[in-house]
């Protein structure tokens, strides 16, 4: 599974858009980008994940670059309880299913 | 959405002893389950994958012989650390997914906080 990058942490202000971003060059074409979210002490929450196309849920709208080399997860309205560790995996639907964590972006929302 | 049920949430328990962990997936079945392990202030680290009917397949720097999986049944998987140590303490994590070699996500449980004295 390809690789990924992420910045180790990031601010946002409570009420406003978080944007999260992930490097993913070495991308290959059957490989999904899935984002969870880890608060403290719990496990990991799925979030989002696509292939291509953006997609949008009721937690996140997620914004894979044409190239689908990066990707972004935006919170629209970042609450206080959306401090967490964000991770941003890639995987392929081979390997098992196995997914490698990074080190993923800590995204404290402040009020 | 999917709920993945782990038990306990914490255990403490002298060195020497034995530990068994459950991961259940309540609305849905597993043929592979994961498990993880995570230090303080560090990312998950994938321990073994645990497949239904057959043997756990793990991954390379963990012995198996101390960590011991068995995955029943298409709902439920254990991992039992054996002879636990202080140096096993650790935030252990499964996770589950529906359909192997597809697109769908793994959910997680809620980690079993393991502290060995």
């Known amino acids: 599974d390809a690789k990924t990058t992420q910045p180790p942490s990031m601010d946002c202000a409570e009420g406003r858009a978080a944007n999260l971003p992930c490097n993913h060059s070495t991308i290959s074409g059957n490989e999904y980008v899935y984002w969870y979210r880890q608060i403290h002490s719990q496990g990991p929450q799925y979030i989002i994940h696509g292939l291509k196309n953006n997609e949008t849920n009721e937690m996140a709208s997620l914004i894979i670059t044409e190239d689908r080399k990066s990707s972004t997860l935006i919170l629209p309205h970042a609450t206080l309880r959306d401090t967490a560790v964000y991770y941003c995996?890639?995987?392929?639907?081979?390997?098992?299913?196995?997914?490698?964590f990074g080190d993923g972006t800590t995204l404290t929302v402040k009020p | 959405g999917a709920v993945v049920s782990q038990h306990p949430s914490r255990v403490i328990c002298k060195s020497g002893t034995s530990v068994k962990i459950e991961c259940r997936s309540l609305d849905f079945q597993a043929t592979t389950m994961f498990w993880y392990r995570q230090f303080p202030k560090q990312s998950l680290m994938l321990m073994a994958t645990s497949n239904e009917g057959s043997k756990a397949t793990y991954e390379q720097g963990v012995e198996k012989d101390k960590f011991l999986i068995n995955h029943a049944s298409l709902t439920l998987s254990t991992l039992t650390v054996t002879s636990a140590h202080p140096e096993d303490s650790s935030f252990y994590i499964c996770?589950?997914?529906?359909?192997?070699?597809?697109?769908?996500?793994?959910?997680f449980g809620d980690g079993t906080r393991l502290s060995i004295l």
């Open positions: 996770s589950a997914v529906a359909q192997v070699n597809s697109n769908q996500p793994q959910h």
């Open positions: 995996i890639v995987r392929g639907n081979t390997n098992a299913g196995k997914s490698t």
